[in-house]
């Protein structure tokens, strides 16, 4: 199993760009959220979704979107970018919602906008 | 949103025991208590959780208040590869999890 898998790396954009980040897991996961860390900081839950064609605001929801149309994907897209969503984006996944299931992560999107 | 409570950072000599603090007062009865540890340009990675009885696996144990208002995790005899954030997380039933801004161990041999 390749686990949680996130594309780009890495990426640069100017402010007012949109673009979208991937994320994909293939341990048949129902549950898979979006998290951003910001410098010395702990992770901020962005969006999540229970299941395919079900999505929830987490903390942090303002200038994302989400789609959950696979149980396997995961995109989380920028709008419009601005300098305030430079971070490292972060994509977990667990076997269902509920509490006492461990979450997966990937292994991070280092984003900058300038 | 429930919320945690961690020191900003501790240290320790190698192969000695760790006590990880946590302080969670608005816990719900449903709220998991799950602990993770993140290393420099990594993804957090799962350590422990636990509902309301003390819990152990491989990697650490993990000690919880009678009254669930705090915990404790508990590296029996930390080596230099345990040198990481670590955070004490609440997850909701419905899968949410808050984290806070986590402890930073530092292990010194």
């Known amino acids: 199993n390749a686990g949680v898998t996130q594309t780009p790396k890495f990426q640069v954009l100017k402010t007012g760009q949109s673009m979208t980040l991937q994320c994909a897991q293939d341990?048949?996961?129902?549950?898979m959220s979006w998290y951003r860390q910001d410098p010395g900081m702990g992770l901020r839950l962005i969006h999540y979704?229970?299941?395919?064609?079900?999505?929830d605001q987490g903390e942090v929801p303002n200038g994302y979107n989400v789609s959950r149309s696979t149980t396997e994907d995961f995109p989380l897209r920028l709008l419009s970018a601005a300098p305030s969503q430079t971070s490292v984006y972060f994509c977990?996944?667990?076997?269902?919602?509920?509490?006492?299931?461990?979450?997966?992560f990937g292994p991070g999107t280092r984003l900058t906008v300038l | 949103d429930a919320k945690t409570t961690q020191p900003n950072s501790m240290e320790s000599n190698e192969e000695e025991p760790v006590h990880l603090p946590c302080n969670h007062s608005?816990?719900?009865?449903?709220?998991?208590i799950h602990w993770y540890r993140q290393l420099p340009s990594q993804g957090p990675e799962y350590v422990i959780h636990g509902l309301t009885s003390n819990v152990n696996n491989r990697m650490a144990s993990l000690a919880i208040a009678e009254d669930r208002k705090s915990s404790t995790l508990i590296l029996h005899r930390a080596t230099l590869r345990d040198a990481a954030v670590y955070y004490c997380i609440l997850r909701e039933v419905a899968g949410k999890s808050t984290f806070g801004d986590g402890t930073t161990l530092t292990v010194k041999p």
């Open positions: 979704s229970v299941g395919a064609g079900i999505t």
């Open positions: 608005t816990i719900s009865g449903t709220d998991y």
């Open positions: 977990a996944s667990s076997r269902a919602a509920g509490g006492p299931r461990e979450q997966f």
């Open positions: 341990m048949n996961h129902e549950y």
